[in-house]
């Protein structure tokens, strides 16, 4: 596997789930991000982390937790989601060195709220 | 006032044509600017990043930068119907770190025509 991973692709779940979004990234990087994509609205940052260390929480409901276990891996628990919650969830990942800053991003998983 | 302002398009242009995307950020100490690339359902692609004033090139791809005015741009010559998608301009002021807070426009939806 390269570059940044997610799975599953596609979810479907009822507001009583609980499920969980899955990232890996196999670039070496030390800064991994989840991001919420909805329908006519621009690239919402949801948390960041470096070296494992939660470092942005942009005033996410508590419905998702993050983990990160380690700096290759990256979760998103997701418990009692309304459906305004349906969206394209992306991670991303970025690392020191040129060029500086720059997120790659994996393939998202495009998740539906019954 | 929106921190990275696009306008969202439609811009339509015939192939072989040069298509200018424009973008504009409020914040001044903005440090690391790029240009990604998203395929209707599909996640951004990194195109170009550009950090100095001027213009930086690859390929048919130029990107623009003025501090001074605040304002990035992307010039696509030889525009082809492959280039048709959303195109994200996207600031990030956290310079010096590992990390930083990437801030989307809403992005310009391209369309190359035969």
């Known amino acids: 596997e390269t570059g940044v991973t997610q799975t599953p692709r596609h979810l479907v779940m009822g507001m009583t789930n609980k499920k969980s979004l899955k990232c890996e990234q196999h670039?070496?990087?030390?800064?991994m991000y989840w991001y919420k994509q909805s329908a006519k609205k621009p690239l919402e940052l949801m948390f960041v982390y470096n070296f494992k260390e939660q470092t942005e929480n942009n005033s996410v409901p508590s419905r998702f937790s993050p983990e990160c276990p380690n700096s290759s891996h990256l979760f998103l628990h997701l418990h009692t989601l309304q459906p305004e919650d349906s969206a394209l969830y992306l991670c991303?990942?970025?690392?020191?060195?040129?060029?500086?800053?720059?997120?790659?991003f994996g393939p998202g998983t495009r998740l539906t709220v019954l | 006032q929106k921190e990275v302002e696009q306008n969202s398009g439609p811009l339509s242009v015939p192939e072989g044509a040069i298509a200018s995307l424009n973008c504009t950020y409020s914040?001044?100490?903005?440090?690391?600017f790029f240009w990604y690339r998203q395929y209707s359902g599909k996640s951004p692609e990194l195109i170009m990043f550009?950090?100095?004033?001027g213009d930086k090139e690859d390929g048919r791809f130029t990107a623009q930068l003025n501090k001074a005015s605040q304002y990035v741009s992307l010039l696509i010559r030889d525009s082809q119907p492959s280039d048709s998608a959303t195109y994200l301009c996207?600031?990030?002021?956290?310079?010096?770190?590992?990390?930083?807070?990437?801030?989307f426009g809403q992005g310009t939806i391209l369309t190359v025509h035969p």
């Open positions: 991303a990942s970025s690392g020191q060195g040129a060029p500086r800053d720059t997120q790659y």
């Open positions: 914040d001044r100490g903005s440090q690391s």
């Open positions: 550009i950090y100095s004033n």
């Open positions: 670039l070496g990087h030390n800064a």
């Open positions: 996207a600031v990030i002021t956290a310079g010096g770190t590992s990390y930083g807070k990437l801030t």
